[in-house]
């Protein structure tokens, strides 16, 4: 007859168990890590896009801020109407010239960024349109400025046509503004749910942990009562 066999040892089942919740306890950690860190660093990407667009619609709105007062101090001295001392009539058309190329240089940067947003991109191409129709007004009086042409009908013309093509395109991009705005809320709030689900995520595989350990624990008191009925 063959011989009844010895149960494992009291000690053996603790161990089992003990191994069994610190592998459970490893696991469970390392996938809550990886997925946080995952989320983490979309997070950080999706914060230093953000901040570069507002950067940058910031920057342009500076720009164009920059031009009108320059091309308002221009047209006041090339009409004898110079406040507050001289102005340098070359250097406000060369502030000018080089403020559009630093913003135009942004901005087709940045473009296909742009465009690539089904939301954003009808307004950036509306912004480019007003913007442009404010530079062409921008360049004919500073062309008629360097060429001595610049008279008070052409004065009075970039008060009312000039200034409403300003203000125009400044209305156009605060509406760029505010549709990057919309998205940045939409992307964090996404960013909110994602967090959450992986959090529940985390939370669920350590209760099937447990349950698992539990599961365990139960079975392992059944065989030492069965093992030692049968002492």
Known sequence: MFSKTRPPALSAYIWIIFGACLLALLATGIVGLRALDAHDKATSRMHERWIASFGLINR??????????ELTLLVQHSLGQAVAGPHDEAGHIR?????????????????????????????AHDFEQRRKAWLEHLKTVVEAAENKRLTPALALEDAYAGQARYQAALTALSAVNA????????????????????????IALRVLALVALGLLVVETIRRLRRGIACV
């Open 179 to 202: 549709g990057i705005v919309h998205l940045a809320n939409e992307e964090i709030e996404q960013s909110r749910l994602h967090y959450q689900e992986v959090r529940h995520q985390v």
């Open 95 to 123: 502030q000018m010239r080089r403020t559009i190329a630093q913003v135009d240089a942004e901005w087709q940067a940045f473009g296909n960024e742009l465009a690539a947003s089904p939301e954003i991109a009808p307004l």
């Open 60 to 69: 342009v709105s500076a720009g164009l801020m920059d031009n009108r007062n």
